[in-house]
Structures are given as C-alpha cells and as structure tokens.
C-alpha cells in the first residue's frame, strides 16, 4: 500500500502544531488525540449498531429527562474512560450525568485542562440511521494545580474555551476542532484507521442558502423570529430567490453543513420552552466557539453566546448560530421585537 506523505494525520498535526510554541507542555495536544481515539472506538459501534444489540433505548432517562440510548451510554462511557486513563484532563462533565466527573489521582491532578462534551448529538436518529455526533470543549481549569479540579472550573463563559470540536458519524467520519489558531477538519480514513487533515483553515462563508429551523413549531417562536423565517422563504437569498431549508434534526449534522457551506441554524425558545431546549455547555458553547473563530457569530437572540456566565451544569438557551451577514440580518428582526 503506497501511503500519501503529503496528507497529515491527527496526531501528525497537533506535534507540527506544537513546534511553533517551543514552551508548549503538548497536554492540549495529548487531550485532543485522546478524543480522537475515543471517537474512533465509538465509530466502530456506529458503523456495526445496526448488527448488535446497541441500538434503541436502555430503559432508563437522563438528567435531562429524555430517554437514553445504549449508544448514547457506550459513548459516554468511552470517553470518559480514555480521557480518565489519559494524563491530560483532571474531569469531565457530560450531558447524561447530573454532575461533573473528578478524575481524582495524582496526574489527573496535575493537569491543566476540564473537558466538557455531548456524547452523542441526535442520538433519537439512531434507529433510522441519520448522521449522529459527539461535541466537546475544553477549558483550562481556575483551581489550583496539583489538587482535584471543582465544579468552578466547568462553569465557565465559553469565551474561556481554549479548544472546542464536534466528530459527526456520517457517510464518513469526521472530526472538526477549533483552538485560537483556526478550524481544521480531519476525515478518518479506514485503511489506516487515522484521522487524516482533509479540511484545513476551514472558514464559515459570511453569506449563505441555507436556513436550519423545525417549522414544526413555527407557531409557538416569537414574532422576531417567525419574520425572519417569512423573510427567508420570500426573498432570502443575495440572487433575490428564497433561501432553502434544510433541517436534520441533528444540531451536529445541521451546524457542520452550514459551516462549510454558509447558512444559520436556529433553535430559538417556544412558548412551551421559554429558556430554550439546547445545552449551553455541552451544545451551545462548543459550536459557537468554533463558528466564531471561522468568521461566523452565534447569539442567544439577546447577546453573545460566549458571554453568557454559566449558572448549572445543566443550563439550558436559546440558540442562533451562522454565517455572519445572515446573523447580523436575524439580529435586526430579534432587536426590533426584543420581548417575543
């Protein structure tokens, strides 16, 4: 087998990454090839659920009171349990427990760095085999180094993320992540079972077709919002023809195609769900710390999602998040009708 040098691994990458800070300890870049191998064993499940016994609903509900998958509960075992016998993280947290995880030992308590993730994004498609994901963020912890980390270190503006990604299962696999430095995209190619570098300096186009929003509740969105859909399916896009909707129903899936193709994906509150339904931590943050550093801007429809100052684990928020230009065209619709 003839093997492409030009194409970078992962972990290829992330050590190229490193020489440019001759200071760097590498623990950031340990951590993400530690998610790396989690969502690789978790792929596999993917790719074969339709074959075992791993598919459907465990019995039981989570935190967040929705029923649990058995997949859902062999991801979040999986990275939970690479990154607890990984020497990068000092704790998790994660959206199917009710608290955080301290991985309490004396090099987890050596590290610098808490990591909160979503398992697995769209988890209700499983059963009818659409594309499914992972999200995650990383932050540096507040407390002190040397002893275990604190529910203080997770509850932290997402501004404070140093990294943030998402692996989405699909037709390929596919892991995105985001530091300060920019956006790359690395495809897991099967025949050596690496992520390879496919998308570097990935950039969220400031315009784009396509609008992401469940029209299944169009009636209980306030009205800025329901104006801005009008206006979507009227005169939409720069050519002068309507937008297109497309909606997957999984954020992962839904929020990737519109980072690389332009677009913005709404999840706004109901009348049913006045604070929202999206995880700020686990969903919400992540995502907008990765479209943000690709030129794009995500809003809870009242201010910036990367301000908000978590007060739970659990918090729920509204969630807007796109290319830049149709943001700012949304952000004038929410302003002018701020109490809908």
Same mark, same amino acid.
């Given at each position: 087998?003839? &093997? ?14 490193? @020489? ?5 300890? +590498? ?12 969502? #690789? ?14 598919? !459907? ?15 859902? $509960? ?7 349990? $690479? ?18 995880? $301290? ?7 050596? %590290?610098?760095?808490?990591? *909160? ?13 659409? %594309? ?5 963020? &990383? ?6 180094? !040397? ?18 990604? =998402? ?12 530091? @300060?430095? /920019? ?24 315009? /784009? #077709? ?5 029209? +299944?509740?169009?009636?209980?969105? +306030?009205?800025?919002?329901? #104006? ?17 909707? @497309? =909606?997957?129903?999984?954020? &992962? ?21 006045? /604070?929202?339904?999206?995880?700020? *931590? ?8 990765? &479209?943000? $550093?690709? +030129?794009? @801007? ?13 007060? %739970?684990?659990?918090?729920? %928020? ?23």
């Amino acid at each position: 087998m003839i &093997v492409n040098r030009k194409v970078l691994t992962l972990d290829e990458f992330t050590i190229q990454q490193l @020489r440019d800070f001759p200071h760097a300890t +590498g623990e950031l870049s340990n951590l993400l090839r530690d998610i790396g191998l989690a969502a #690789k064993r978790v792929n596999v499940e993917v790719n074969k659920a339709g074959l075992v016994d791993i598919l !459907g609903d465990i019995g039981t509900v989570n935190v967040q009171g929705e029923d649990v998958k058995k997949l859902d $509960v062999f991801a979040n075992n999986q990275f939970m349990g $690479v990154l607890r016998h990984g020497i990068s993280c000092a704790g998790i947290g994660s959206e199917e427990l009710e608290d955080v995880v $301290v991985f309490d030992d004396e090099v987890s308590n050596q %590290s610098k760095y808490v990591c *909160l993730f979503d398992p697995l994004d769209g988890s209700g498609n499983i059963d009818v085999n659409v %594309s499914i994901g992972t999200i995650f963020g &990383v932050y540096r912890r507040v407390s002190e180094l !040397g002893k275990p980390c604190r529910k203080e270190d997770f509850l932290q503006p997402g501004i404070k993320q140093v990294a943030a990604g =998402y692996i989405i299962y699909g037709s390929s696999t596919m892991m995105v992540y985001a530091t @300060r430095r /920019g956006v790359n995209g690395f495809t897991l190619d099967p025949s050596i079972g690496e992520f390879t570098l496919s998308h570097p300096h990935i950039q969220c186009p400031p315009d /784009g #077709k396509i609008y992401s929003v469940n029209h +299944g509740n169009f009636f209980k969105y +306030g009205q800025g919002v329901k #104006k801005y859909i009008d206006l979507c399916q009227r005169k939409g896009n720069p050519e002068g023809g309507p937008y297109t909707q @497309r =909606y997957i129903g999984s954020m &992962v899936a839904d929020v990737h195609r519109n980072l690389i193709k332009g677009g913005i994906f709404m999840y706004p509150a109901t009348t049913d769900k006045p /604070g929202g339904k999206l995880r700020l *931590l686990y969903e919400c943050n992540p995502f907008a710390f990765i &479209v943000e $550093v690709a +030129g794009g @801007r995500a809003t809870n429809g009242k201010e910036r999602i990367l301000d908000i100052q978590p007060a %739970s684990l659990h918090q729920r %928020s509204p969630f807007f998040i796109g290319s830049k230009n149709m943001m700012e065209e949304l952000e004038t619709f929410l302003k002018d009708n701020p109490n809908t």
